[in-house]
């Protein structure tokens, strides 16, 4: 029976097939459309992932700040071995755990000078940095030297240097004095996103040597997990679990640790606290890219479905006034309203499924397309954008939703003509003239 | 005969050194002196202007009032002038420097080592001069600084004292123990910002019964970048009580008004 129906329905989208093509494939378009904006949004979020990660966080962090007096917050955690192994015991799922050393501080070379955020690196800890870092000009290896820094196209260039060029770096101990740095520009990297514009980075042993730190403090521990999902839920489970050993833990505050400074140098408490973030808290401050083109996708998804309804609703008011007699004919040889209503409802929702299921085809098609091409990004957009060349990344999942979603949208949008249809009296529908 | 001046000359020339320096008490003594020429016990207002000059940025010229009530170590600066500045404050309370904010209405707990408005000055070039108590202090050498001869006394900072500067070299005055040129070094040894103070004045501190000094002009060239520097004016200097409850956040927001 419901083969019945779907054949008359079906010859039914066939019959009018100029006004249903021109309607079906305006849905197909905005499914094509929202399944590559959801693809770029998705492809975004990838990049940051496995880029940031590796560059500034790990899925989750045992970070923290030492204060000597109440007003001077330091980024570090002092013994980090025993925190360490402390976070491994509660944690059995970490993949690979690193340990960065963070700072701050003023490069200087002969003609410019910046503020950087300084992460201290253990090259050989971690072999995965290489595969994110793209050198142009000398050698990342040089990195495991001493007083050596690794800097990003865009930072070399302001500074005016290249690689084997010396600069000094300034900056403030943990007790306020300030010391200097001579260093040597190991190598230039690609610019990676917004993140490359302010971070350096240095052998952990010089930054720990600038900041006269003792070779068991460090900036954060960094974790990574199997599953980067589970994030969130990890790092609840660590801070209970630290809390129990006797370490002092921050109350969770989803912030960059270079947002945190000026809450922790306004709190009343010296000594060393631990604060324990996940990726998505330490890329925060980024999160408003992706919040954006959400709402940008949001925004775009609601006036189209508007468009659509009114289409569909229109398109089928004008069929019904077309096959008014037909309906009469139907409904004097016994075809119950009901069934008219579902006659006309399966007509819109086979228009939508059709529609959004060859939408959804032509955007994974152009996002294959787009990933093949390799298209560069624009240097300024790169910044927001998170990678140089634009890739796409679309899910199953969200394809289904859009195709699922939009023929709902498009079969209620029918609902209102369809009841309209099904109320009509036979023998007024006989005689309509039109 | 020759031989023989040259070879008592010779002998001599060490022993003439010798008498020309300073012994570890006398170089303390100067250091003293120093911190003492400009001890105000009482309270101390004072303008002063602040010119900051920094690469690739355009001259700021910045006018605040200086409050200090040395007994308790009270400090708070003003700004007053420019108006992208002015009723912007700092205010010292026990060991933690506070920074006001008039326009969004905090106050941010700030280093004791801040720079002041973000130039070349620190806390410690405004308030009242600790040498002696932070710093041990080792003679160099006696040397011509222009047209004065000047004792060459290098600072060295005491264990588990926090100071912007581990090390100080001081250019001091052999006549006057006024600081003539000071240079500030990192923890590595390297230079960071060299001072030189032209001109010293004195005022009379009923507080102190007897007189204060103070360089009325001071300039700091930063070394590390080298086209930034700084120039401060120390300008009407009143010794007079200042209000009881004048050293709380209450009365500068009340000013930044």
């Known amino acids: ?434 | 005969m020759k031989k023989i001046t040259l070879l008592l000359l010779a002998l001599a020339l060490p022993a003439l050194r010798s008498a020309a320096a300073l012994s570890p008490a006398e170089t303390l003594q100067v250091v003293k002196t120093i911190d003492e020429r400009q001890r105000n016990s009482g309270d101390w207002k004072a303008l002063a202007y602040m010119e900051a000059k920094e690469k690739d940025k355009s001259d700021v010229v910045y006018e605040m009032t200086i409050f200090r009530r040395d007994q308790d170590k009270k400090l708070m600066f003003l700004f007053l002038a420019p108006k992208s500045e002015a009723g912007k404050g700092y205010l010292r309370l026990d060991q933690n420097l506070w920074f006001y904010d008039p326009g969004t209405g905090r106050w941010e707990r700030r280093t004791e080592r801040e720079r002041i408005g973000g130039t070349d000055t620190r806390r410690g070039d405004l308030d009242e001069s600790r040498l002696a108590q932070e710093y041990d202090c080792t003679w160099e050498a006696d040397e011509k600084l222009g047209k004065f001869e000047a004792h060459r006394i290098l600072l060295k900072v005491k264990p588990d004292v926090d100071v912007a500067f581990p090390m100080i070299r001081l250019w001091v005055d052999g006549t006057t123990s006024n600081v003539l040129k000071r240079q500030e070094m990192a923890l590595s040894g390297r230079l960071m910002r060299t001072s030189y103070y032209p001109r010293y004045k004195k005022v009379y501190s009923e507080s102190k019964k007897g007189e204060i000094w103070y360089p009325e002009e001071m300039r700091f060239y930063d070394e590390i970048e080298k086209a930034n520097q700084t120039l401060i004016l120390i300008k009407e200097i009143d010794l007079r009580p200042l209000p009881a409850n004048m050293f709380t956040k209450a009365w500068l927001e009340s000013k930044s008004r």
């Open chain 1, 1 to 434: 029976m419901f083969l019945t129906d779907l054949q008359i329905a079906g010859r039914n989208l066939a019959k009018h097939t100029k006004r249903n093509l021109f309607l079906g494939g305006a849905i197909a378009a905005v499914t094509a459309l929202l399944v590559l904006m959801g693809g770029l949004t998705a492809g975004i979020e990838g990049a940051m992932l496995e880029s940031a990660t590796i560059l500034m966080t790990g899925h989750v962090n045992v970070g923290g700040f030492f204060k000597i007096t109440s007003g001077t917050g330091a980024p570090l955690v002092n013994d980090f071995p025993k925190a360490l192994e402390d976070a491994r015991k509660a944690v059995p799922e970490i993949e690979l755990a690193t340990a960065r050393v963070r700072g701050y501080g003023k490069v200087v070379s002969d003609t410019g000078s910046m503020d950087l955020v300084l992460s201290g690196i253990d090259l050989q800890a971690e072999p995965m940095f290489q595969k994110v870092i793209r050198v142009t000009q000398g050698n990342l290896d040089d990195l495991a030297q001493p007083n050596t820094i690794l800097l990003f196209e865009d930072q070399a260039k302001r500074l005016g240097v290249r690689s084997g060029d010396a600069l000094t770096i300034s900056s403030a101990t943990a007790r306020g004095a300030n010391n200097t740095a001579d260093l040597r520009v190991a190598a230039v990297a690609k610019n990676i996103g917004i993140l490359s514009s302010f971070t350096a980075f240095m052998p952990a042993a010089s930054l720990r040597e600038l900041y006269q730190l003792k070779t068991t403090a460090t900036g954060a521990i960094h974790l990574y997990l199997k599953d980067p999902e589970r994030s969130a839920e990890v790092a609840a489970r660590l801070r209970t679990a630290l809390a129990a050993d006797g370490w002092r833990v921050m109350d969770p505050d989803p912030q960059a640790y270079f947002m945190k400074f000026q809450r922790v140098n306004s709190e009343d408490w010296t000594g060393q606290k631990i604060d324990i973030t996940t990726w998505k808290d330490e890329l925060s401050f980024l999160s408003w890219i992706l919040t954006g083109l959400n709402g940008l996708t949001g925004l775009l998804a609601s006036v189209l479905m508007v468009i659509i309804v009114i289409g569909i609703a229109n398109t089928l008011a004008i069929a019904i006034r077309e096959r008014t007699r037909e309906i009469g004919t139907l409904r004097a040889i016994g075809m119950q309203r009901r069934k008219v209503l579902w006659l006309f409802l399966l007509e819109a929702s086979l228009l939508g499924l059709a529609s959004t299921v060859a939408g959804a085809a032509a955007g994974i098609g152009i996002a294959a397309l787009l990933n093949l091409a390799h298209l560069a990004v624009p240097e300024s957009v790169q910044m927001f954008l998170m990678q140089q060349h634009l890739t796409v990344t679309v899910g199953f999942r969200p394809v289904l939703n859009y195709v699922l979603g939009i023929s709902a949208v498009t079969t209620l949008a029918a609902l209102y003509p369809a009841y309209h249809a099904a109320r009509l009296r036979p023998i007024t529908a006989i005689h309509h003239i039109g």
